[in-house]
């Protein structure tokens, strides 16, 4: 499982701009998950990710992954654990919102990071 978060972390954080955001698919496949439940182990990374990122009060890098039947939106799930993690509003209503400010937050932590890495 940590070798899935590190991966993934490293994956949405060099992976071209245009390429995101991602489907749960597509991280699967670029991660090279093998069934059972490949869908649930991004699920469970991307969670991890989110709580890693709550603690230390960056953007959700796990915004950049977003399901294929969601209208470009993570699945329902991501929203359940940004609201608990007190980072979204309660309210439905304001959370679509809410998930494009992390989205854009999300992509300038990843430039920041490549500036920091690259000066």
Do not use: C, W
Request: hydrophobic share 45%; charged share 20%.
């Amino acid at each position: 499982m940590t070798d899935n978060v590190a991966a993934l972390r490293q994956l949405l954080l060099s992976a071209p701009r245009e390429a995101l955001p991602m489907t749960y698919q597509q991280v699967a496949s670029a991660l090279a998950l093998t069934p059972p439940r490949t869908i649930a182990q991004v699920t469970q990374a991307l969670e991890h990710l989110m709580r890693e990122d709550a603690a230390q009060q960056k953007p959700f890098i796990a915004a950049l992954v977003v399901s294929r039947r969601g209208d470009g939106l993570p699945a329902a799930g991501f929203f359940e654990l940004a609201v608990a993690l007190g980072r979204f509003p309660a309210d439905t209503a304001q959370q679509e919102a809410a998930y494009r400010v992390e989205f854009q937050g999300a992509l300038d932590e990843r430039e920041n990071a490549d500036k920091n890495a690259h000066p």
